[in-house]
């Protein structure tokens, strides 16, 4: 069931917490993460996400092979020769990160793991967008949304995201995509570029989500942890779901076991891809363990490509 608490501004957020550790950790991120972004992602950033429109600028002199449909014809009547107009792109765009910070984004290796390459993800996007004058926004969710930070320009502010990421109070363990959804459908006045992060461990999520990318840009990340597509051979192995809370035993010794495990995954993969389909959105798949950079790089190119 999704609650209607209201999620906490930027402006309440407290920062305690905030370990040596911890802010080592975010600098390493920001210095790793303002590199790539200036290289590998910044002109294929610009050339996919346009801004709202364009606005006249100035009117010059024409020049042989400009185009004649821009030929001012008012100035061109005083000035005694040709005059064409130049218009600029109106650039600024809102850049919304949506991260899912359930309790399944903590399986397995907490802060390292799905959450930590979240963290990597929200920096990359965050300073892409700064480097190019964008605003840049953060939404934190579970089953209702915990957190909305709204855009705004600047390298502290994606810090502040990158923040707000790793080091959070203790949100619900459920997973509700259609919460999130629904809310930036509510708060974003004008098109977005909404890159939505999790691990998608939800369902009937493809209504809300179609709605959402009806009005603005929106891409699926989709976090996968080596865990959630193999068991290990460790003998018994006492786990806990991690947002259910139930717990079992399994005897991943058993092969049958260990197919069956390998076989829910691919379909729950599946599952994922057609509501992603049905929805109308991208999906990038990130590994975790590995470099999330590059899938975001090939992304970005495919779709520079498609133009």
């Known amino acids: 069931m999704v609650t209607t608490q209201p999620p906490r501004s930027e402006q309440d957020a407290a920062s305690p917490g905030l370990t040596p550790e911890l802010i080592a950790r975010i600098k390493r991120l920001e210095i790793r993460t303002r590199r790539l972004a200036g290289t590998l992602l910044a002109g294929d950033y610009r050339s996919i996400y346009r801004g709202t429109g ?20 008012n100035v061109t009547a005083r000035m005694g020769a040709p005059w064409v107009k130049e218009f600029v ?3 600024e765009l809102a850049v919304i990160c949506a991260v899912d910070i359930s309790g399944s984004q903590l399986v397995a290796r907490p802060r390292t793991g799905r959450l930590g390459a979240a963290a990597e993800l929200t920096a990359l996007f965050g300073f892409v ?93 989709a976090l996968v942890d080596p865990i959630d597509l193999e068991l290990p051979d460790v003998g018994l192995l006492e786990v806990e779901t991690a947002e259910g809370g139930a717990r079992l035993m399994l005897d991943t010794s058993d092969a049958r076991v260990r197919e069956r495990y390998a076989a829910a995954a691919h379909e729950r993969a599946a599952r994922r891809s057609e509501q992603l389909a049905v929805a109308g959105v991208d999906e990038v798949i990130i590994h975790v363990g590995d470099e999330v950079v590059s899938p975001i790089v090939a992304y970005f190119r495919s779709r520079a490509r498609r133009r």
Not at 54 to 73: C, H, L, T
Not at 187 to 210: E, K, N
């Open 54 to 73: 364009i606005e006249f600028a100035e009117a010059r002199e024409y020049i042989p092979g400009d185009d004649v449909r821009r030929i001012d014809w």
């Open 129 to 221: 967008a700064a480097l190019n004058h964008d605003r840049a926004g953060l939404l934190t969710f579970t089953d209702r949304v915990e957190r909305f930070v709204p855009p705004r320009h600047g390298r502290r502010h994606v810090l502040r995201m990158i923040r707000e990421v790793l080091l959070h109070d203790d949100p619900h363990r459920g997973t509700s995509i259609t919460a999130a959804t629904a809310y930036l459908q509510r708060v974003l006045p004008r098109r977005s570029v909404v890159f939505l992060i999790s691990d998608w461990f939800d369902s009937g999520y493809a209504p809300s989500l179609r709605a959402l990318a009806r009005r603005h840009d929106v891409t699926a990340l």
């Open 89 to 91: 792109e109106e650039r």
